[in-house]
């Protein structure tokens, strides 16, 4: 869950006619690999979390920090066995990460309703400030990448980065997500 935060260089290396290109390798059957998709999801990653990487950076919290804000903020009471799941991390790491956030005033702990043993979270008002600020950059982001492009273009979106899941992760996180396009369908 270890994430490495840096400021990248705001140029991209010179691509002259001597500049050395990489062997391309192919698949199976042939067909070329796709590196510009694989490239161009991986800077589309750094600068959709980048945004929020430079406020976090301000309470000393990294990306691990905004994954558990933002899935607490997005299901309060969660459990943290549910998250642990959600996250895909083990306990130690969410220990860590979740202490600093409860030390912060920005997630709280609670006992369950029916178990005194279940920790239920939820954001403070604090943390629902930090995670609605959060994504509100990364909104923002999104709008502009979608401005250009057709009607219809964000359900195939959508429909892409479904495909990117695993297939037997789907279903779950289709119900982890349902109220947003429930939401958006109402709209």
């Known amino acids: 869950m270890t994430d490495v935060n840096f400021k990248p260089a705001q140029t991209l290396p ?6 050395k290109q990489p062997d391309r390798p192919e698949t199976e059957d042939g067909a070329a690999l796709t590196y510009d998709l694989i ?3 991986f800077f589309a990653y750094r600068d959709f979390t980048g945004d929020p990487d430079d406020v976090l950076a301000e309470y000393d919290f990294g990306r691990a920090h905004h994954r558990v804000l933002h899935f607490v903020e997005r299901n309060p009471g969660i459990m943290v066995t549910d998250l642990l799941g959600i996250l895909g991390i083990t306990k130690q790491s969410l220990g860590r990460v979740l202490k600093q956030l409860v030390d912060a005033g920005i997630v709280e702990q609670r006992e369950g309703h029916h178990d005194r043993r279940q920790r239920l979270l939820y954001t403070t008002e ?12 990364q909104q ?14 964000d359900e195939i979106i959508r429909t892409f ?7 037997e992760m789907r279903p779950e996180i289709l119900q982890l997500i349902r109220s947003s396009f429930d939401l958006k369908a109402a709209d």
Do not use: C, F, N, V
């Open 126 to 137: 604090r943390g629902h400030a930090l995670a609605t600020d959060l994504a509100l950059l």
């Open 14 to 19: 010179r691509q002259g006619p001597d500049a």
């Open 140 to 153: 923002k982001r999104l709008e502009r990448a979608l401005i250009g492009l057709p009607d219809g273009s």
């Open 161 to 167: 980065l479904l495909q990117m899941i695993d297939p």
């Open 39 to 41: 490239e161009l999801l």
